[in-house]
């Protein structure tokens, strides 16, 4: 009899960019296929991203099918814009979850007809990398949705939230709001590449309590993974991950320079 099979329970490094957009978003390129976005994952090493399209997630099933075969985790998401202008990353426990939230805000998506020639088409994908359809509306738009209601939303089926870029001008929390509402409960906060922790907490000062990770916004593939996450966790999971970005044990690592 041969010895019993021990598998390694220790901690697994894991490099981590939750925020890309594919070709449905109006400003995504059209490259960015759910199966060209998981292999060029997959060739810089990352172990888990996630898809983030403005205000849909109608390109989130292939991409996760795509990181199956890639073997890249694919955390569905979506980067919704709220009433007051906001960019919040909002993530999901699996498809079924995220499809929910996305019937719940669609409605809340005013109903003004894309202008692909101003805008660009926004693209639904399938797995070969097939065009099967074609958003109608303009995805890049305010939601009649506060943040309040938007998080309480997310929360409440299991979902995280994140505000994207906080620091920045265009659709950042702290320009918009001036400070991150307390009643939100919120813990980890995005900042953009290729800002330093330390550059944002010098204009921010009232960030130094959060945890702050930063994800590379990628909207074309060169630009997958110039910024991104490092840590360890126990599992490559969804649970695992926001743990971790909880307890702030991340490192922001960016392609140009490192920060601790
Ligand atoms: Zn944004
Ligand atoms: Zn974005």
């Known amino acids: 009899m041969g010895l019993p099979q021990r598998r390694w329970s220790g901690p697994l490094n894991v490099t981590a ?103 660009g088409d926004q693209v639904v994908v399938d797995i070969d990398d097939n065009v099967i359809g074609f958003e109608p509306r303009v995805l890049l738009n305010s939601l009649d949705l506060s943040i309040d209601e938007l998080v309480a939303g997310v929360r409440a089926i299991g979902g995280e939230v994140i505000p994207a870029h906080v620091e920045c001008n265009g659709f950042g929390l702290l320009p918009h709001l001036g400070l991150v509402p307390p009643n939100l409960d919120l813990s980890v906060l995005e900042i953009a590449w290729p800002h330093s922790r330390e550059d944002v907490i010098r204009d921010y000062p009232d960030l130094a309590g959060f945890s702050l990770v930063s994800h590379s916004d990628a909207h074309y593939l060169r630009d997958i993974g110039r910024a991104a996450m490092r840590m360890e966790m126990a599992e490559r999971s969804f649970s695992a991950l926001f743990k971790a970005y909880r307890e702030g044990c991340g490192r922001i690592v960016y392609r140009h320079r490192e920060d601790s």
């Open 17 to 119: 960019d939750l925020h890309i957009h594919t070709a449905l978003s109006p400003c995504g390129s059209l490259e960015m296929s759910p199966r060209a976005v998981a292999a060029s994952a997959r060739s810089i090493g990352l172990d888990m991203i996630a898809v983030t399209d403005h205000n849909s997630m109608a390109n989130v099933e292939a991409t996760v099918e795509a990181g199956r075969r890639e073997g890249v985790v694919v955390i569905p998401g979506m980067e919704v814009q709220t009433a007051e202008g906001v960019h919040v990353l909002c993530y999901f426990p699996d498809c079924d979850v995220a499809r929910s939230c996305y019937e719940g805000i669609y409605p809340h998506l005013p109903d003004i007809a894309n202008n692909a020639d101003f805008f």
